[in-house]
């Protein structure tokens, strides 16, 4: 009853003109972003994080989500009409929902999207109101030694089951950390890879590091694999909505969203673990198997129910233990950091306000682009035409301008280009960039917690195993960082027909955002 107070508290905060006028415009950001192949909502938040240094913090909150959320409605509609996913999140709807458009069912597959994107983000959301003081009651007396067995548990699973292989996963973590060391110990006033530059003695700021990787790689990535040619965008027609695609579609709703907000609350969980498992559960399932794979109405519904519900999910550990488990949640942690307020579980005791303010805008932001997206698809598909020279010199643009205005230091815009070029790298042979940037967040977190727990127990390193928070933790790390290696090895040997067939809809699905972004025909995998 405390938590449904809350959020009550909460609902009367959002509803003010001011932070209608975020929500909105921060679900306006999301979807556009969303439906761009290439510009996520990690990329998005990343450019507006200066606005932390003038805006209030509730209404900068509200923005974000809203992108985030936004994010996730966005790409299924390019991945219906276009069969280019703009989120590796949306490319399981891809495989069902482009043959539904060809088949003349355009309609039916944005609305089933939309409908369950609503329902799903809705019942998630509530889900993280309910769930986050119980989780914040469950931790409130961890011990440093066992705030650094969760940290080593975040860096494991994000750079283990993001990318293409663990081993550029840990690499791509091993870069973070590296540049999260750089700037004066905190404990013994030493300073550390410095290399003699004064304006590094602080450190490199977040910011800098955050959009470097994300806007200015993301956007040389994608022009060294430009080529120009038209957009074949597919109808949006045929018959909407009808009684029968309800009834079939509710199924994977509830499915989707039990499988989505879990998963999404786990390190690594994401949104593209459990758009895969519900497609699979959904193939299993269906009553139409002869459907699937030429446009089944149930593979367009659970996978993108459990990608809204696991967006929801992602928000538990961020709020509630300051881990972020993906690339956007990371952006979001540093927008907290900004303002001086760090997650974690006190936040719901010393920002009660701000927390519920925030989970309260979610379900609004959810309602405005349900109405946003049913029937404005064919709208945000035109942004597809915007020539991508001009998208790109603007990204860059706005980036250096926000970067620049962060401390008023021309050494910034160096390292912007410096880490940039290195994002761009990173990009093209392969390495994911978003163990880079929790490593850098979360690197000096655990440092300091660790030396913390050797402090208090005099270098004894037995006390990381001391509780059994921190043996179950780090058992789990062990078995993230052992467990994808095994599958890797299992798929290798032996492949069973629906992996064959999920594979090639995925290899179908990166070969339309290739053809979307111009890359040369035959190029390696660039997930």
């Known amino acids: 009853m405390g938590a449904f107070t809350d959020l009550l508290g909460g609902f009367a905060d959002a509803l003010t003109p001011v932070n209608l006028l975020f929500a909105l415009l921060g679900v306006l950001l999301g979807t556009a972003v969303g439906v761009l192949p290439g510009i996520g909502p990690a990329m998005t938040v990343a450019l507006l994080l200066p606005v932390t240094y003038t805006l209030e913090p509730t209404a900068a909150f509200i923005m974000f989500a809203g992108i985030y959320y936004g994010g996730m409605y966005g790409g299924s509609t390019t991945s219906i009409l276009l069969n280019t996913p703009g989120e590796s999140s949306s490319i399981m709807t891809a495989l069902e929902g482009n043959k539904m458009a060809k088949a003349g ?8 999207a939309a409908l369950g994107s609503f329902v799903a983000g809705t019942i998630a959301t509530l889900l993280l109101a309910l769930v986050a003081p119980t989780v914040v009651d469950l931790v409130i007396g961890i011990t440093p030694a066992d705030y650094f067995a969760l940290a080593v548990l975040a860096f494991v699973a994000v750079a283990t089951v993001l990318g293409s292989s663990p081993l550029r996963g840990l690499a791509s973590l091993g870069v973070g ?5 750089v700037g004066t110990d905190v404990l013994t006033g030493q300073e550390r890879f410095t290399l003699g530059i004064p304006q590094l003695a602080d450190g490199i700021d977040v910011v800098v590091v955050a959009v470097a990787l994300f806007a200015v790689g993301e956007s040389l990535h994608v022009a060294s694999r430009l080529r120009r040619g038209p957009v074949q965008v597919m109808a949006a027609s045929g018959p909407w909505f009808t009684r ?4 079939r579609s509710v199924g994977p709703w509830l499915r989707g969203t039990a499988l989505g907000f879990p998963l999404g609350a786990l390190p690594a969980g994401g949104a593209e673990i459990p758009t895969f498992l519900s497609y699979a559960t959904e193939r299993r399932l269906t009553k139409h198997p002869e459907e699937f794979g030429r446009g089944a109405i149930e593979g367009v519904a659970g ?11 992602v928000l538990v550990p961020l709020l509630t233990l300051g881990l972020p488990t993906s690339a956007t949640a990371a952006i979001i942690l540093v927008a907290f950091q900004g303002y001086g307020i760090q997650p974690g579980p006190t936040l719901l005791s010393t920002e009660s306000t701000l927390v519920w303010t925030l989970i309260a805008s979610l379900l609004i932001g959810n309602l405005m682009l349900l109405v946003l997206n049913l029937p404005l698809a064919r709208v945000w598909v035109q942004l597809l035409r915007v020539p991508r020279p001009y998208l790109y010199a ?9 970067c620049y205005a962060v401390n008023a230091d021309p050494l910034d815009l160096v390292l912007l280009l410096v880490i940039g070029l290195l994002g761009f790298a990173m990009r093209r042979y392969g390495w994911p960039v978003a163990p880079a940037v929790i490593g850098l967040i979360l690197g000096p977190v655990a440092e300091t917690n660790l030396r913390r727990a050797l402090a208090i127990s005099s270098g004894d390193l037995g006390v990381l195993v001391d509780t059994w928070f921190s043996r179950i933790v780090l058992g789990l790390a062990l078995l993230a960082l052992v467990l994808p290696i095994a599958l890797r090895a299992v798929r290798g040997r032996r492949a069973t027909p629906e992996e064959l067939q999920a594979g090639e809809g995925l290899r179908h699905s990166e070969r339309g955002h290739r053809e979307t972004v111009g890359a040369p025909p035959g190029e390696g995998d660039e997930r």
Do not use: M, Q
Not at 177 to 181: N, Q, T
Not at 244 to 247: I, S, V, Y
């Open 105 to 112: 069912r355009g309609a039916a597959a944005l609305a089933t």
């Open 177 to 181: 950390l590296y540049l999260g060391l």
């Open 244 to 247: 029968r695609d309800l009834r």
């Open 303 to 313: 996978p993108e129910a459990a990608n809204n519900a696991a967006a929801a999910g």
């Open 394 to 402: 603007g990204i860059l643009l706005f980036a250096s301008l926000g």
